[in-house]
Structures are given as structure tokens and as C-alpha cells.
């Protein structure tokens, strides 16, 4: 039995419809996608008015390697919270190796409206790494709609990440993400994800599926 925040058979179409045009959008080589899996293990804590955090991601299939952050993270209002994170990115390649490094600053609006929520998430990052270096601009716009199946808590959500690169001024990528996550308990939350990486300057997109599990000590 579905309690808080039940979703109507309308409103259940229109998100359908919804994730089906992101996901079909411009998509003529989805043939010659790339498989794509990431597993993440996370762990957060709360410090005073701050909340320190870790990542440890391995990338597996048509990429192999593995991501670390670090950050810390605070509230602003009841609207607006902030992040700044150090992200590292190693990927073994056959014929190379990479190491990008990169600085992040985030902020992330979130609104309610009535069971739903509506987040827009502005991030600049600088990149620095053999091959790439300078700014890219990665908005995000997301929506949530947390659930109760029984006892069991759920928030369903999709993402839609667009990457800008100020210096050449294109748009290279977009992330899309469906999935949702899953409130064990205060300490445990489990997210299953399936990700689409869109490449708007080659022909072969990446996708696949996604877990974390997110700690809170």
C-alpha cells in the first residue's frame, strides 16, 4: 500500500512521457552506445553546522577506473545549500594512463511543492589533468517525489546534468539519470541509478547501471 505522497494515474503518465522524450531526444546512435557500471561507496557526518563527506567510485565495462571525493557541504536557508569538493578521476586506458583532478563549487536549490521536489543545481568546476585543463559549467535540474510503500521509504528521481565548456562554448555533454533511493534506515541509504551519458560531439553515447550505498555515521 502506497502512503505519503501517491502519485496519480495522470500525473504517473506525464512523468512517463516525460523520461521517455529524454531519454529517445536526439538519441539516432543509441546502437553504438557504450556499456557503462559504476558502484559507489559513500560516507558522510555531520559536524556541527557542517557535513564532511567521501566517495569512492569504481568505473567498470567500456571505461575502467575509479573516482575519489571530498567535500564538505552546509545549509544556507530552507532553500539554498552549498558544497565545495575536491573530485579525482583515474582512468586505466590501453594505451595510457589519466589522471584528472578537479575543484568544485556547488550550489543547490531546493523547492517543495505539495509531495514534490524541484532541485536546480548550478556547479562550476576546474579541471586539470593531462589532457584538459580549465572551467566547465554543469547545471542540474532534478525532481523528487518521496514515497512510502508500506514501511518502506523510496524517492524515485531524474536528473538531467548538461556539461558547458565556457572556453570553447559547446556543449559536450549530458548526463541523464533515473532511478531512486532507497531509506533502509538514519545510517543506510541504497541507490540503484540507470545513467546515460549523451556525447553531443561523437557518435557513441555511454549507459548503464549505477549503485551506491550511502552512509551517514
Known amino acids: 500500500m502506497i ?36 558502484s559507489t561507496i559513500a560516507i558522510s557526518k555531520k559536524i556541527g553546522n557542517l557535513t564532511a563527506y567521501a566517495a569512492g567510485v569504481l568505473i567498470d565495462e567500456s571505461l ?7 567535500g564538505l557541504a552546509g ?7 552549498w558544497r565545495a569538493e ?15 583532478n578537479r575543484t568544485r563549487t556547488v550550489l543547490n536549490y531546493i523547492h517543495s511543492y505539495n509531495s514534490w521536489r524541484l532541485s536546480i ?8 589533468s593531462e589532457t584538459l585543463n580549465g572551467f566547465r ?26 556539461f558547458y565548456e565556457p572556453r570553447t562554448e559547446r556543449l559536450t555533454l549530458t548526463l541523464v539519470t533515473l532511478g ?5 534506515n538514519s545510517n ?6 540507470y545513467i546515460r551519458v549523451i556525447s553531443h560531439q561523437k557518435s557513441t553515447d555511454r549507459e548503464g547501471p549505477s549503485i551506491a550505498l550511502k552512509i551517514r555515521l
Open 3 to 38: 502512503k505519503t505522497g501517491q502519485p496519480s494515474l495522470p500525473e504517473l503518465t506525464r512523468i512517463a512521457l516525460a523520461l521517455l522524450c529524454l531519454l529517445t531526444s536526439g538519441l539516432g546512435q543509441a546502437n553504438n552506445d557504450e556499456p557503462l557500471s559504476m
Open 64 to 70: 575502467e577506473g575509479t573516482i575519489a571525493t571530498l
Open 75 to 81: 545549509k544556507l536557508n530552507s532553500h539554498w545549500y
Open 86 to 100: 575536491y573530485f579525482g578521476l583515474f582512468l586505466e586506458q590501453e594505451t595510457s594512463k589519466t589522471h584528472d
Open 121 to 128: 543545481r548550478p556547479m562550476l568546476e576546474y579541471r586539470n
Open 137 to 162: 559549467f554543469r547545471p542540474e535540474f532534478a525532481i523528487f517525489r518521496p514515497i512510502t510503500l508500506n514501511t518502506t521509504k523510496l524517492t524515485p528521481a531524474m536528473k538531467l546534468e548538461p
Open 180 to 184: 531512486a533511493d532507497w531509506t533502509i
Open 188 to 193: 543506510f541509504t541504497l541507490s540503484a541509478n
